[in-house]
T-cell receptor
Framework: GAVVSQHPSRVICKSGTSVKIECRSL??????MFWYRQFPKQSLMLMAT?????????EQGVEKDKFLINHASLTLSTLTVTSAHPEDSSFYIC???????????FGPGTRLTVL | GESVGLHLPTLSVQEGDNSIINCAYS??????FIWYKQESGKGPQFIID?????DKRQGQRVTVLLNKTVKHLSLQIAATQPGDSAVYFC??????????FGGGTRLMVKP
């Protein structure tokens, strides 16, 4: 149980284009999901908290107009990187809360490469 | 500001030996800590957690120790196996269940 998937697993795009990444909780419902970014050989940095049916809460320094988050259902949150640039190339990881202790279960990550 | 950091970026151990990965934290209000394992190209995998009202917690081949006096957390892996090779992160649970991750330690297991 408590499986989280992400799609796509890898994406390569041209600079200036937008990329959508999906995060799904496969066997449970998640009111809250989190989006993280991880640069090579670095730790995970929280970008935003995604709440079903309401606006996401962004961490300081994360541009909400560039990283659009939509949590339209209890099993799906999407992160759209708008007008992507090479510096946005990173490993994007989502997590979903589940259970009485609100444990976070992580997705497998999406590798974004912007050329 | 608050931070969660690690002492050693890389740890190399012989297969069968025990491994100890350390983590320091600065926020005294921290009440929940988690250890994650991340293999290359994958998301973090939960290993074990501990709350601040505990000093020690054991799982299968893993033990987490929490020393609140010196704000230190450690993960002990018994009889380390090649499959344990990965990057290990400590994380602190905070307000709104947000996690703050430490810098990570790469564990390399030599056969």
């Amino acid at each position: 149980g408590a499986v989280v998937s992400q799609h796509p697993s890898r994406v390569i795009c041209k600079s200036g284009t937008s990329v959508k990444i999906e995060c799904r909780s496969l066997d449970f419902q998640a009111t809250t999901m989190f989006w993280y970014r991880q640069f090579p050989k670095q730790s995970l940095m929280l970008m935003a908290t995604s709440n079903e049916g309401s606006k996401a809460t962004y961490e300081q320094g994360v541009e909400k107009d560039k990283f659009l988050i939509n949590h339209a259902s209890l099993t799906l949150s999407t992160l759209t990187v708008t007008s992507a640039h090479p510096e946005d190339s990173s490993f994007y990881i989502c997590s979903a809360e589940q259970g009485p202790d609100n444990e976070q279960f992580f997705g497998p990550g999406t590798r974004l490469t912007v050329l | 500001g608050e931070s969660v950091g690690l002492h050693l970026p890389t740890l190399s151990v012989q297969e069968g030996d025990n491994s100890i990965i350390n983590c320091a934290y600065s926020n005294s209000a921290s009440d929940y800590f988690i250890w994650y394992k991340q293999e290359s190209g994958k998301g973090p995998q939960f290993i074990i957690d501990i709350r601040s009202n505990m000093d020690k917690r054991q799982g299968q081949r893993v033990t987490v120790l929490l020393n609140k006096t010196v704000k230190h957390l450690s993960l002990q892996i018994a009889a380390t196996q090649p499959g344990d090779s990965a990057v290990y992160f400590c994380a602190r649970g905070g307000a709104g269940n947000m996690l703050t991750f430490g810098g990570g330690t790469r564990l390399m297991v030599k056969p």
